[in-house]
């Protein structure tokens, strides 16, 4: 798949999502994708598995390709323009660490940054942020906001 396909995937993940959710919330189930994926990346690299390892770095960089896509800079200002330079570096910053010695190393600093950021979209959109979901289990390790909202969904269905 190309970069300018990978950009329209991404675009269109998101409008699919902002289509049935909020797009605050579309964003923080992105941001939780991306995390999710940079998680995977850096295990997979721990364990020589640098095919699925690239999968997973390429669909990260794809979905915040993505989500700079979507920035509106008409309304957005300077506040746009640092966002969609913030994106671009974490973009470049994925692609760059990709068989680095140190990769999984960097995927977690990367995922520590952008943790904040998804967390900032998490108020916005009145989700909790990873550190209240960790705390209301007890201090186990938040879920992606999909798998919470799949079961809440399926409990819902019951």
């Given amino acids: 798949m190309t970069n300018t396909q990978n950009s329209q995937a991404a675009a269109s993940a998101y409008q699919r999502a902002a289509a049935s959710v909020p797009?605050?919330?579309?964003?923080?189930?992105?941001?939780?994708?991306?995390?999710?994926?940079?998680?995977?990346?850096?295990?997979?690299?721990?364990?020589?598995?640098?095919?699925?390892?690239?999968?997973?770095?390429?669909?990260?960089?794809?979905?915040?390709?993505?989500?700079?896509?979507?920035?509106?800079?008409?309304?957005?200002?300077?506040?746009?323009?640092?966002?969609?330079?913030?994106?671009?570096?974490?973009i470049l910053a994925v692609l760059d660490s990709f068989r680095k010695p140190d990769a999984p190393e960097r995927y977690r600093r990367l995922s520590e940054g952008l943790a904040e950021l998804r967390d900032a979209w998490a108020g916005i959109a009145g989700l909790p942020t990873r550190a209240q979901e960790s705390a209301s289990r007890g201090g186990h390790a938040a879920q992606p906001v999909e798998a919470v909202l799949a079961k809440r969904s399926a409990a819902g269905r019951r």
């Fill in 23 to 90: 797009p605050s919330r579309a964003v923080v189930l992105l941001y939780d994708r991306v995390l999710v994926l940079l998680q995977r990346a850096g295990q997979d690299i721990e364990a020589r598995r640098m095919d699925t390892a690239l999968d997973a770095v390429l669909k990260a960089a794809a979905i915040l390709r993505g989500l700079s896509h979507i920035i509106d800079f008409q309304k957005g200002g300077a506040l746009a323009e640092r966002l969609y330079t913030m994106y671009t570096r974490n």
